[in-house]
């Protein structure tokens, strides 16, 4: 059960396709479809997308802030790993990359796939459920190994 959960919504997933749609012009939907590494991407370079790049790193940054602060102040429980529920978790090489600037194992709870719900993956729906369950774990008072950014 986990011990530590933090709540951001609109500031995971959705703010690197906020910064893909601002500063490329691109419509919400193809933002997406570029952030998750869609056909945007096909026939362009294998280099990172810079303001993809820049916009993770950002977001990481502020969850290891997030993270550190909870350690320091609750040292009993420092955080052994981290499961991301949200979007962000969907961005290829997003969980690699969050793992390295964490310095923790991080997986992503797949909501969708785990219940059965239709759509790309279960992608669609997943996304409101998986908030859902991470509000419902909130404010529990269970003390487990997991965090959850």
Known sequence: MPHFVRVSPGVGGDALTRALAEETGLDWPAAELRKRGGPEREGTSAAPDPVLDEATQRLLTEVRTTLDFHAATDPAHVP??????????????FLERASGVLGLPVGRLDLGAHLGLPGDDGYDLALPAACAWGAAHEHRTHRGPSVRP
């Open 80 to 93: 052994i790993s981290a499961v991301l529920s949200g979007g962000a978790g969907h961005q290829h090489g």
